[in-house]
């Protein structure tokens, strides 16, 4: 009930394509869902985060859409750059004071110029 | 950027040694945790501290232990090292009452 679920493993886009990071949960009491950004020997930075009553969040080129009907969401990257290329996790988390962050295992990202 | 620093940044131990990681949150953040990210995978929550006590703690076992002090920062430690402990140990820092965690740069940790 605690896994995240995070499709594909890995990605290889051109430059300016539109890269699409999809995940599942099935805990219904998650009730935070953030993205982040991994660059090799670096920690985790948080990319963009969304909370379950809403459908679609935009920062910059990045994009969640979330359905709750189905527990799922999903992470677009518009107009791809090569300085994208890292790993990418989704994550949930429920509210209150234990905020355990389950993380997705994961999609690394190659953005071929 | 997070403000979340580690120390050490490597470290090298042998089988059944022990050891100890420390971080220091970011400014104003009164809530410390830590992860273990094993390669190619996500990062797995250990536990988490508020006001120096143990506040959750995910699937890991006594010999993983912490600390948190006054000041937020706090200490992750490490009994009889297992091979299989060898990973990238993360911490992430953030306030009680918000969701969103800032981590540092991690302590990458190999047992050998």
């Known amino acids: 009930q605690q896994q995240v679920k995070q499709s594909p493993q890995s990605l290889i886009v051109q430059k300016g394509g539109i890269p699409i990071i999809n995940c599942a949960y099935e805990?219904?009491?998650?009730?935070?869902f953030p993205w982040y950004q991994q660059f090799p020997g670096k920690g985790p930075a948080l990319l963009i985060a969304?909370?379950?009553?809403?459908s679609e969040k935009k920062e910059g080129r990045f994009t969640i859409s979330f359905n709750k009907s189905a527990k799922q969401f999903s992470l677009h990257i518009m107009d791809s750059q090569p300085g994208d290329s890292a790993t990418y996790f989704c994550?949930?988390?429920?509210?209150?004071?234990?905020?355990?962050?389950?993380f997705g295992t994961g999609t690394k990202l190659q953005v071929i110029p | 950027e997070t403000g979340v620093t580690q120390s050490p940044t490597h470290l090298i131990k042998t089988r059944g040694q022990q050891v100890t990681l420390r971080c220091s949150s970011q400014?104003?953040?009164?809530?410390v945790s830590w992860y273990q990210q094993a390669l190619g995978q996500g990062p797995q929550f250990i536990f988490q501290?508020?006001?120096?006590?143990?506040?959750g703690r995910g699937n890991f076992p006594p010999r993983f232990s912490g600390l948190q002090f006054p000041n937020y920062s706090s200490e992750l430690n490490v009994n009889a090292l297992e091979l299989d402990d060898s990973a990238l140990y993360l911490c992430?820092?953030?306030?009680?009452?918000?969701?969103?965690?800032?981590f540092g740069p991690g302590t990458r940790l190999l047992v050998l």
């Open positions: 992430a820092s953030s306030e009680l009452a918000r969701e969103t965690q800032y």
């Open positions: 805990n219904t009491a998650f009730d935070y």
């Open positions: 969304i909370r379950p009553d809403v």
């Open positions: 994550a949930a988390s429920g509210a209150g004071g234990y905020q355990k962050v389950t």
């Open positions: 400014s104003g953040h009164n809530t």
């Open positions: 501290y508020y006001r120096e006590e143990e506040n």
